[in-house]
């Protein structure tokens, strides 16, 4: 039985097919590029050193999705595909909307044609928005989403909850990811965001690559420990090991799941800064700007339940998730692109 990873040649697809493959799974990765580049997919198979199937297409292609059904012998799905940008869900909130629930629900179609009853889906602590208390636990308030992605993520897990309800045999991990940074240790693989980055980490990154000027730290009057927005930043090789544990989990278990993946540990954006700049000896300017619109003061994750239920936590801290940004960018100052 293979795994199929929608959205795989991405940044944390590719991550995750490389872990999965390293704990003996067989991979099956779609993936239209409309967020990520071919050459993605070479460097998995470079890294891995294993050849595996690979279908150009758009997920909400129904006729193209059940031919990937039909050629692979399809046990457990991983749905990665879907767009991600904030600030351009908020620009193009329909496309957001049709993009990321058409795929999924296509994709449930079609698993259901096909009798596969294993969905494990890339969620985000965004639908958490403003928390009450951190660290967060799953059992937090979910629904103060604060831009259209945010709202798509917590409209498909909605659906997968409803899917679970109307077919006790089928099963659905909801992953909620913190702030994924990083790249795997061969500086092959990592993040390559198209245009100016919106996350902070590409963009201290293209600040010590010479790509960018300075970083604009927004908003220094936060009630943090320095002002400063707090996050739960996870190494990407952390965040793709706790979907191999995902997946083991899954065999084993009926119904629907929830997870943080997170390290539980909350550093501020001068934190970020500071640590990128020791762990690689450059100097990172940065200018205090406004509040970016939408931000939150602090957000970091309570990950006990991944590590009683799923046998996972993270491992990589935040030396390694500075030294392995600047592996990647600085041998790839362009990304993927020539
Ligand atoms: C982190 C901190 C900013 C850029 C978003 C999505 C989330 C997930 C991860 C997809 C904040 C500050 C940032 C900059 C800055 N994406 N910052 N200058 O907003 O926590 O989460 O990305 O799943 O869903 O919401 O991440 O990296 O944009 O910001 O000061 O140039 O860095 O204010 O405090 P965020 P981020």
């Excluded at 967060?136 to 409803?162: D, F, Q």
């Excluded at 940074?181 to 201290?204: C, F, K, R, T, W």
């Excluded at 540990?265 to 020791?278: K, N, R, T």
């Excluded at 200018?287 to 994750?301: K, L, N, Q, V």
């Amino acid at each position: 039985m293979k795994i199929l990873l929608t959205g795989g040649a991405g940044y944390i697809g590719s991550h995750t097919a490389i872990e999965l493959m390293n704990a003996g799974y067989e991979i099956v990765i779609c993936d239209d590029f409309s967020n990520s580049k071919p050459e993605s997919i070479k460097r998995i198979k470079k890294i891995s050193g294993k050849e595996f199937p690979f279908y150009e297409i758009d997920v909400a292609d129904k006729p193209a999705l059940e031919e990937v059904f039909e050629k692979e012998n399809i046990g457990a799905v991983i749905h990665f595909a879907g767009y991600k940008a904030v600030g351009e869900s908020v620009a193009k909130p329909v496309s957001y909307y049709r993009n990321n629930l058409d795929t999924t629900l296509t994709l449930l179609e079609t698993m259901q044609k096909y009798g596969v009853k294993n969905l494990i889906f890339s969620s985000s602590a965004t639908v958490y928005g403003a928390p009450d208390e951190v660290p967060i636990k799953e059992t937090a308030v979910v629904g103060r989403c604060t831009n259209p992605y945010g709202w798509t993520k917590y409209m498909i897990e909605r659906i997968l909850e409803s899917v679970c309800v109307s077919d006790k045999t089928f099963s659905a991990v909801l992953l909620r990811y913190f702030n994924p940074v990083g790249a795997h240790i061969s500086g092959l693989i990592g993040e390559d965001p198209q245009g100016i980055p919106n996350n902070l980490m590409p963009y201290i990154s293209q600040v010590a690559v010479g790509k960018l000027k300075e970083v604009g730290v927004f908003g220094n009057d936060y009630p943090t420990k320095d002002g400063t927005g707090v996050r739960d930043y996870i190494h990407v090789v952390d965040l793709a090991k706790g979907h191999v544990a995902a997946v083991k989990y899954i065999e084993n278990n009926d119904g629907l799941e929830v997870f943080n993946l997170g390290t539980s540990v909350g550093y501020s954006v001068l934190d970020m800064i500071h640590a990128f700049e020791e762990a690689n000896g450059i100097k990172i300017p940065y200018r205090i700007t406004d509040r970016r619109p939408g931000d939150i003061a602090e957000c970091f994750a309570d990950a006990s339940k991944a590590k009683e239920k799923l046998g996972w936590q993270a491992e990589l801290g935040i030396v390694d998730m500075c030294r392995d940004t600047w592996r990647w960018q600085k041998n790839n100052p362009n990304g993927y692109s020539e």
